[in-house]
């Protein structure tokens, strides 16, 4: 059974940064895209920052890009997401994903996935 569990999340200032981890278990992560995805407070979820299994490619929301770096270690079998200059528009649950299918890339909610608890992330004004 796959588990994906958040941590990092946390209060900050405008400008400062977090990092954020998501560690998997249940089966060969290095096999399967990583995305996170966030929700802030009556808003729907959206789309954050994506990575390939390999790692070699990355795909952003243009809200984030510039600011948020994804990254994945295999032999850890877990995925990151630094976040630098960080806004208050920033503030939500931050959801670690996991695609069901090898070779997709989740960058819709609704796309075939397992999803994390969340961690929720702060930014202060």
């Known amino acids: 059974q796959v588990q994906l569990v958040e941590s990092g999340g946390g209060l900050v200032q405008a400008g400062g940064s977090l990092r954020l981890s998501c560690a998997a278990s249940?089966?060969?992560?290095?096999?399967?895209?990583m995305s996170w995805f966030r929700q802030a407070p009556g808003k729907e979820r959206e789309f954050v920052a994506a990575i390939t299994s390999s790692g070699g490619s990355t795909y952003y929301a243009d809200s984030v890009k510039g600011r948020f770096t994804i990254s994945r270690d295999n032999a850890k079998n877990t995925v990151y997401l630094q976040m630098n200059s960080l806004k208050p528009e920033d503030t939500a649950v931050y959801y670690c994903?996991?695609?069901?299918?090898?070779?997709?890339?989740?960058?819709?909610?609704?796309?075939?996935?397992?999803w994390g608890k969340g961690t929720l992330v702060t930014v202060s004004s």
């Open positions: 994903v996991q695609s069901q299918a090898r070779g997709i890339v989740v960058r819709t909610p609704g796309g075939m996935s397992y």
């Open positions: 249940g089966r060969t992560f290095s096999s399967y895209a």
